[in-house]
């Protein structure tokens, strides 16, 4: 008598039920990964789902990096961040950049005590400019204010001007210069001051932590904001972003504007770079139609860059300075 493959099987399945033994379940679907938020590339920190109460803020970067973003124009219609960073350390704390007055450059000094017992021990003015000096004599009298030649012979000039403002605080002028590269060594940690060239104030230096990977750009990086020209040197500046892309870096950080991850850094350096050949391209066109300056600022399209935080103040100021390079007249 031939066997029944069906009632084989059935008498198997039988047996495996009665013993207590089922059929494998079958395997569960993976979890799905979480979508990776998209960044809102703004400078503006509603945008961003942030709110004023959000700021100042400190975010590490590296082993003892830090960048430290306080908001400007807190009162007006267009409130975006200055940007500076620290590396603490257990030999003192170096800080690039100061904020723009005495209150807020003394709320991160305070921040920055809170974090660590080290001392303030060196000031590197990365841009001469008020909203990023002016708040300076809140930092310890004793520290070392490190600047290039030229932003110490700016500031110097602006200590000893008769007509400074009435109750302005004192102007520190930085005792030691960079006009090419200074290593210093902090608790075992490589900090590379350098100039990379001139760029928004012609006297701009960086600070890079090469361990980090971490390049501090001060105003020669302004993420998401217009160019700021007025005492720029347009092309040079171009050529500055294009010799930091070539570092190794991971994080660039910006005078102004956010502070973005890895991933997102380099690319908004590239959109800034790209930002700058736009202006140039554009200040240059209309100067080949022979327009004055004043007749190309009707015509000037920026763009995307028009959305830009100060693309309104900031677009006809970067308009006259490329004509002022294209005519020969700047400083050399």
């Known amino acids: 008598m031939k066997s029944n493959p069906f009632l084989s099987v059935c008498a198997l399945l039988v047996m495996l039920v009665a013993t207590g033994c089922a059929a494998p379940e079958p395997a569960p679907e993976p979890t799905p990964e979480p979508a990776t938020p998209e960044v809102i590339r703004t400078a503006d920190p509603i945008a961003r789902g942030l709110s004023l109460d959000d700021f100042p803020r400190i975010k590490e970067l590296g082993d003892g990096v830090y960048s430290y973003e306080e908001l400007r124009g807190r009162g007006g219609e267009e409130p975006f961040t200055t940007v500076s960073m620290f590396v603490v350390t257990d ?106 060239g001139r760029a928004h104030t012609g006297g701009d230096l960086s600070v890079y932590v090469p361990a980090d990977k971490v390049l501090f750009m001060s105003e020669a990086f302004l993420n998401r904001v217009f160019p700021a020209m007025r005492s720029a040197y347009p092309s040079e500046w171009s050529e500055v972003t294009n010799k930091a892309l070539a570092m190794d870096v991971d994080v660039y950080v910006p005078g102004h504007g956010f502070v973005e991850e890895a991933e997102v850094s380099r690319e908004e350096l590239e959109t800034y770079r790209d930002a700058l050949d736009t202006v140039i391209a554009e200040a240059t066109r209309l100067h080949g139609m022979g327009l004055a300056a ?34 020969g007249e700047l400083d050399d």
């Open 294 to 327: 004043e007749e190309a600022l009707e015509q000037a399209n920026w763009g995307d860059l028009a959305e830009w935080r100060l693309s309104a103040s900031q677009g006809p100021t970067a308009l006259r300075k490329v004509y002022q390079e294209l005519n």
């Open 91 to 196: 030999e003192g704390v170096l800080v690039a950049d100061g904020q723009g007055n005495v209150e807020a450059t003394q709320t991160m000094v305070d921040m920055i005590a809170a974090m660590t017992d080290q001392p303030i021990t060196h000031v590197v003015i990365c841009s001469d400019h008020g909203d990023h000096t002016g708040g300076n004599t809140a930092f310890p009298s004793d520290a070392t204010f490190i600047a290039s030649s030229t932003s110490q012979a700016t500031m110097e000039r602006s200590a000893n001007n008769p007509n400074r403002r009435e109750g302005s605080p004192p102007v520190i002028v930085p005792q030691e210069t960079v006009d090419d590269l200074m290593t210093l060594t902090l608790g075992g940690k490589e900090i590379q001051i350098m100039f990379l």
